[in-house]
């Protein structure tokens, strides 16, 4: 087992809000649609719990105003509570102005809710990237100190390959996390979570947490969602081949492996592992 902690995300949102869904479910029918997070973070702090783990919630303002109970027990277990955006919108697709009022809004829902200072962002589908690079100012203006917004890999909906793959200082009091990847002939290779983790074998998974850690000497950053550990949620109609193939792969076995996750690693909160004095004083590039 690697003496090095990996930060550990969750990013709170229900099946029907993923992006990849935007254009067959109306945000309009978001509140008549059944919501099952509420049971599926529980069954996560649970198993957060079994595994003494402590970790970082990203979770949407959306969820948070309906659900506030849901933000207290994240926060009474000693989790990190962070902010992934009010109504899941990609930031790449919102104004400099609509994007502000929308981190604004939720951190300071968060907040209120939660009772304690909210530092990190992550944007819904990792969208930040080179034609919007302003949202860091947002951000930085918003009193955010990190955000975990760019994955440095070729995908056909986000993505910024030619950006450093470990966290590096975007603007002065601010710093970029991005999630984690493997370097290989030249290419990032995706070893963070989500679907890449649904879809390869558990080994592959593991053993690339731990070239991260060997090789690069560096913390990683895994991520998912909590409708991934829900084989039995609504299944969405109409939705074409590839966005099926990519949602539903293998949701019956995420469970399963994600314990064995907590179980071969050290995992921590991002604010605990990232945001160190000697990350403050490293100069804005």
Known sequence: MTLLRNAMTIDVEDYFQVSAFAPYIARDDWDHRECRVERNVERILAMLDAHGVKATFFTLGWIAERYPSLVRLIVDAGHELA?????????????????????????????????????GYRAPSFSIGTGNLWAFDVLQQAGYRYSSSVYPIQHDHYGMPDSPRFAYPVREGLLEVPVTTLQMLGRNLPASGGGYFRLLPYA??????????????????????????????PRVAGIDAKTRFRHYVNLHRNEAKLDRLLRDFRWGRMDDIFLTPAAREVPVV
Do not use: T
């Open 83 to 119: 902010s992934h955006g009010y109504g899941h919108e990609r930031a790449s697709d919102l104004s400099a102005e609509a994007f502000r009022e929308d981190v604004v809004r939720a951190k300071a829902l968060l907040e209120d809710i939660g009772g304690r200072a909210v530092q």
């Open 204 to 233: 592959l998974s593991r053993w690339m947490f731990r070239r991260v850690n060997a090789q690069a000497c560096q913390s990683a950053i895994f991520y998912f969602h909590p409708w991934e550990i829900d084989p039995g949620q």
